[in-house]
């Protein structure tokens, strides 16, 4: 998408399709797969916000130290992996993918689209759907 903005309202548009979906064909051998990722997803919304808010307040009580040691190791195999993923874009995508900067605004980003699109979803607010015209994407 080229603005966020319509990044944020495509992924609206097609988490709220899946909801969607899955609330019309209901509980079968089918949909169980998609619905427990589902449940899984919306599990870990709450858990990354239960550790942001424990991290805050580690933080404001002056408990919280910065990692030591080994702790790191996770953190530089992370940073690796995203770099090795994109090498074949080049220099340029490894030097981006190496802050994390872009991972952490998508996942900034993606939870609020999901809770959103759950939200709309459970009170049958008007849909909307963006689409780009042609020479805009």
């Not at 998408?1 to 051998?29: C, H, I, K, S």
């Not at 089918?30 to 916000?49: D, E």
């Not at 952490?104 to 939870?111: H, N, R, S």
């Amino acid at each position: 998408m080229p603005t966020w903005g319509d990044f944020v309202r495509q992924r609206l548009r097609w988490q709220r399709g899946a909801l969607e979906n899955l609330r019309t064909y209901g509980l079968t051998r089918i949909t169980l797969p998609y619905i427990v990722k589902q449940c899984a997803m919306y599990f870990g919304i709450v858990a990354v916000s239960l550790m942001l808010f424990t991290s805050m307040l580690f933080v404001y009580l002056g408990l919280y130290t910065a990692p030591r040691g080994r702790l790191w190791i996770p953190l530089a195999v992370f940073v690796a992996e995203r770099v090795c993923t994109v090498r074949r874009q080049g220099f340029i995508a490894m030097a981006l993918a190496a802050p994390l900067v872009f991972e952490f605004a998508y996942d900034g980003v993606q939870p609020w689209v999901y809770l959103r699109a759950a939200a709309d979803s459970l009170r049958n607010k008007g849909r909307q759907w963006h689409h780009l015209t042609k020479g805009e994407g």
